[in-house]
């Protein structure tokens, strides 16, 4: 089983839809969970990340993290064509590597 | 300024040939990464620098695959005898330090093996 397990997806909405992307990991000396946005041949840029547990927003996005539950989300409000990507969770300890889910491919229909 | 850039951007090239890719980290990032991404998949792990540490070679899927960083800036992934499954997209990414949760990634090198 893998340390981090993503909904695989592709999800396909209409513009304006709300849009919930999902993890769940099994090891918890994670303490670090990133979210990265990946365009069509581009390399994964970094979105948002959040420390522990709690929810964090940064413009229509919501970073929410739930270490009882060992499951992590990401929220899209108001989606646009521009959301158009494949988004990726990611989790580190305080230090080494970070492990990467497969990804989820969104797609954001006008 | 300067993000981390990749060469190639494309490689071409036969079956059992040898061919190095080359990343130039963000300058100051002691933490240098290495992934490779097939077609529509997640991101497989290869290869982690930390400084003068000994690298994490966890990830490396033969001994056909290997790399180096050269005085903790530039390092070049090596594949020996390349086969027609290494075809993938090679990604490079740095990140400040150990304890840092942003990596920075470059643009990728797009490997074909015929």
């Known amino acids: 089983q893998k340390e981090v397990e993503q909904d695989p997806g592709p999800l396909s909405v209409p513009e304006g839809a709300i849009v919930s992307l999902n993890c769940t990991y099994s090891?918890?000396?994670?303490?670090?969970f990133m979210w990265y946005r990946q365009y069509s041949r581009k390399g994964p840029e970094l979105l948002m990340y959040?420390?522990?547990?709690g929810n964090k927003e940064d413009g229509r996005f919501t970073a929410q993290v739930d270490k009882s539950s060992k499951y992590i989300s990401l929220f899209i409000r108001d989606s646009q064509p521009s959301d158009s990507a494949t988004y990726l969770c990611?989790?580190?300890?305080?230090?080494?590597?970070?492990?990467f889910g497969d990804g989820t491919t969104l797609t954001v229909k006008p | 300024g300067a993000g981390v850039s990749q060469s190639p951007s494309n490689k071409v090239t036969e079956k059992g040939k040898d061919v190095e890719l080359r990343c130039d980290p963000i300058?100051?990032?002691?933490?240098l990464y290495w992934y490779r991404q097939s077609l529509g998949q997640g991101l497989e792990f290869l290869i982690y620098?930390?400084?003068?540490?000994?690298?994490?070679k966890s990830g490396l899927p033969s001994d056909r695959f290997s790399a180096e960083r050269t005085g903790g800036s530039v390092s070049t992934l090596t594949i020996q005898r390349t086969q027609q499954e290494d075809s993938a997209v090679y990604l490079c990414?740095?990140?400040?330090?150990?304890?840092?949760?942003?990596?920075?990634f470059g643009p990728g090198t797009r490997l074909t093996v015929t």
């Open positions: 990414a740095s990140s400040p330090g150990d304890r840092s949760y942003e990596q920075y």
């Open positions: 090891n918890s000396a994670f303490q670090y």
């Open positions: 959040t420390y522990s547990s």
């Open positions: 990611a989790m580190k300890g305080h230090a080494g590597k970070s492990t």
């Open positions: 300058s100051g990032h002691t933490a």
């Open positions: 620098f930390q400084g003068n540490s000994a690298p994490d």
